[in-house]
């Protein structure tokens, strides 16, 4: 008798402590925070990576093969506008220039010597011609032979062609000049040549070639960038091309400052897609640049295509999806219980409620936690 008694505060025992143990596990109150339900204004984006890029990107190279005689920029450095970054040697160049100047200096000589002999010339011709006027008229009166005339009239047409030769001389030289002065003009050009300048305010992110290195044209001594015109080379699915327009905003994030925010607007859009990513580029103006900026840095951006105002949102991470079901855990009753929700708009940190919540709601945080905890009361 008494080992039946003992058998039965056994069971009652092991049925006791099973019993409050289920009812500790699928009855007893739970901890749980929420949140009320609010309003907001939601902005709609399309996400994108890319790297930090320049719009104009310069190879520094000769007009012609040469010798790097002098290098005036390095690797980093930031150059203004017409700026002198590499010079050829251009020791032929100047030693042609020289002659070609002397040879000027001596057509210029010859116009001076010929411009006194047709003056002499021109003297000449008018004494001859007087002579000849006064032996013709004295020839009429029978005062002088004809042979005199003949004679008169032979110095005339000699001082005559005397001056036409002097003329078509200096013709020669002025052409002489002429082309002298283009031999300078080319020489010169070539001259600055050899000077290779900044085309405008550039920063050198290469340095290519040494002083002594030879080095032949299309060859780059160094690279330059545009630094005004840096932007976000970025690339978003193709599936985003009617919703992106030059002019949108864009908000910015730099891989290696995720803590720092910056801004900038959508500059143009590509043409045409990669076949293989699906994806399409990007191109976006900053309003800022970081203060240690380098080409090819990674970023990541979102690009503002529209917004919902005054919409009833959640936080992405309280939505809960079950196949096809979509749903969040709401405070109804004192317990926690699903509620299915339409979604709408999605951005980086909430959604849009189409239906199933109100304002008068509030909705379970951490829901992952307290799903097994459904028709749970929640502890006061």
């Known amino acids: 008798m008494k080992g039946l008694v003992r058998k039965i505060i056994k069971w009652v025992l092991f049925i006791s402590l099973v019993g409050g143990g289920v009812y500790m596990w699928k009855f007893s109150p739970v901890k749980a925070q929420s949140m009320p339900v609010t309003r907001a204004t939601l902005h709609q984006t399309v996400f994108g990576t890319g790297t930090l890029e320049a719009k104009t990107r310069v190879a520094i190279s000769p007009y012609a ?63 001859a011609k007087v002579t000849y006027e006064r032996m013709d008229s004295l020839r009429q009166s029978n005062s002088i032979s004809q042979t005199d005339v003949d004679k008169s009239r032979q110095a005339f047409q000699v001082a005559s062609a005397h001056l036409e030769q002097a003329e078509k001389r200096r013709l020669e030289i002025e052409a002489e000049i002429v082309r002298h002065e283009a031999q300078i003009n080319f020489f010169r050009s070539k001259l600055a040549e050899t000077q290779l300048k900044a085309p405008f305010d550039a920063l050198v ?41 030059p002019g949108l905003p864009v908000d910015i994030t730099f891989r290696a400052m995720p803590d720092t925010k910056f801004t900038g607007r959508v500059t143009r859009t590509s043409r045409e897609t990669d076949r293989e990513t699906r994806e399409y580029r990007v191109d976006i103006t900053l309003d800022s640049l970081p203060d240690n900026w380098v080409l090819g840095q990674r970023l990541e951006v979102f690009i503002h295509i529209g917004k919902t105002d005054d919409c009833i949102a959640v936080p992405n991470n309280l939505i809960c999806r079950d196949n096809q079901r979509i749903f969040v855990l709401v405070e109804e009753g004192g317990r926690i219980v699903e509620r299915d929700v339409k979604i709408g708009l999605q951005t980086r940190q909430q959604t849009q409620i189409l239906s199933g919540l109100s304002e008068t709601d509030r909705v379970i945080l951490q829901p992952l936690q307290h799903r097994e905890h459904i028709n749970r009361r929640i502890a006061q």
């Open 65 to 127: 093969t040469g010798l790097v005689q002098a290098l005036h920029a390095d690797q980093g450095d930031t150059v203004k506008r017409g700026d002198l970054l590499a010079e050829m040697n251009a020791e032929d160049i100047i030693q042609q220039l020289a002659v070609a100047e002397a040879d000027l200096t001596i057509a210029q000589a010859s116009l001076q010597r010929n411009e006194a002999e047709i003056s002499a010339a021109k003297a000449t011709l008018d004494y």
């Open 205 to 245: 992110i290469r340095r290519n070639r040494e002083q002594g290195s030879i080095v032949n044209p299309g060859v780059s001594i160094m690279d330059v960038v545009d630094t005004g015109q840096i932007w976000a080379s970025v690339w978003v699915d193709e599936t985003a091309m009617a919703s992106i327009q």
